[in-house]
Structure formats: C-alpha cells, structure tokens
C-alpha cells in the first residue's frame, strides 16, 4: 500500500495508493479495509521482516482466538531493540515473549475481527500513538495482545525528530488519545506525566518548545470521548503498564 501518490517498484506484488497522504493511522485504516484476509500485517517501508516471521504469526493467531494483535521485536543495525520499540514498561526484557499493553504500529499483526470490533485506528491523530490508543481499545473489548520476540523485523535506528512534526505531533497525541479513552482522573495523570517524560526526553529547546506548543493543542482539538472501563485500567495495570505511563 502507498499513503500518497508515489511510484513503487514491487515486482509480485498489488500495489494499491491512496492517492493522497492520509496520515498513518488513517492510511492503514484504508489499506486494512481493502482486503478480506483474516489477519493484516503492518510494516514500515524502511523495515524489513526477518525469515519464517509469517509461519510465527499464523501460528500464534491460530493457538489462541483472543489473540487481537501481536507486536514483532524490533532490532536495529546494532541487532539492539530500542527502549522505546520494547511493549513493557522501562524497556525491559526485550527477548521475553507474552502477553502485553501494545504494539508498533509499524511491526505488528492485527487480527480483522478484532480490528473492526475495537473501532480501527483514530484517524485524526496523523501521526503518533495510534497504536497505543487502538491497543487500549483491543483489551478494553476483551482482546489480548501477545509480543513475539523471535518474530524480528530489522528498522535502522531513528528518532522522533526525523519528521518535521514529530515532537509537537508527539505531545498533541498523548493528550488527545488520554481525553478521547481514558477515565478523566486517569487522563489528567497520563497527561502530567508525558508532559514531564516528554520535557525530559527531548534533546534541546525548540524540541521542548515543540513538544509543549502540541500538549497545548491536544487540549484545543475537539475530540469524541468514548472512555474504557475502570476494569481495563486495571487489566493494563496487572500486565505491567498502567495507562498512565
């Protein structure tokens, strides 16, 4: 699939184009859409899925019908697996497989039923956290969400900076996804805490400036609120990851 215009040479393979950049989540919405397969795989186009990755992923959607999603490992150049591409808290145990709160959208297999029932990716957020906010969904509807560790996809290393947007996109989605689906007392805390992680993350000061100016505007963007159960905060917090951080 290209979210654009652009030409792709695949030589095997259907390319269909959206035509126009829809923005990530909204593009994978409309490709998922267009095909009828039981189960859709996600990858970014400067990835590359290791060897046997598609026998892992039948197999693990076959073992166990309320497996919604599973998250691939991610590993770089280095054959490391950044801090932040680790579905666990801290970014630890990158080798340990199981059950988890998300995936990278860019690394990962959703299962078609599962997708629709939790109402697909939010397209208004463009780029950031859409697949955080569809994994809440996914448990808050009863899905599982399992990580893959000997399912590797190779994706060079890269930062939030790359994209022109990235930081202020970055702080404008943490708040909109928390307004949108969570409780408002979890809400307000998972909005304090990026605002603090974010400040402390970014490396200089436009990037902060960035960062800030789009917090801001996640507070602005009208968004329609559909909050998850108090019950699901609580399944998030049991496998590790409280949707506060």
């Known amino acids: 699939m290209v979210n654009g215009d652009a030409e792709v040479n695949a030589p095997g393979a ?30 970014d186009d400067d990835a590359v899925a290791g060897d046997g990755i ?12 309320t497996i919604g999603a599973v998250a691939l490992r991610i590993v770089d150049e280095h054959q490391a697996t950044a801090r932040r591409h680790v579905p666990r808290l801290g970014g630890r145990r990158a080798e340990i497989g199981g059950p988890v709160t998300l995936f990278l959208g860019g690394a990962c297999a959703i299962r078609r039923d599962a997708y629709l029932d939790a109402g697909g990716y939010w397209g208004e957020l463009f780029y950031g956290h859409e697949e955080v906010e569809l994994a809440w969904r ?15 996809v190779f994706h060079p290393r890269t930062d939030i900076g790359r994209h022109p947007d990235g930081w202020r996109l970055t ?6 996804i928390a307004r949108r689906t969570l409780p408002w007392t979890v809400a307000v805390a998972h909005t304090t805490a990026w605002l603090l992680i974010g400040l402390a993350r970014a490396p200089g000061r436009s990037q902060r400036s960035a ?31 409280p949707p506060v951080v």
């Open 54 to 65: 598609g026998d892992l992923i039948r197999r693990a959607f076959a073992a166990d019908p």
């Open 211 to 241: 960062y800030v100016s789009g917090w801001r505007q996640g507070w602005r963007r009208p968004v329609d609120r559909s909050p998850i159960a108090w019950s699901t905060v609580w399944r998030l917090s049991r496998l590790g990851r």
């Open 14 to 43: 259907e390319v269909i184009s959206t035509g126009q950049n829809l923005g990530i989540p909204a593009g994978r919405d409309w490709a998922l859409r267009q095909t009828n397969s039981d189960a859709v795989g996600f990858l």
């Open 138 to 152: 996914l448990i808050d509807r009863g899905w599982r969400i399992m990580y893959l560790p000997d399912a590797c």
């Open 171 to 176: 702080g404008r989605n943490r708040v909109m």
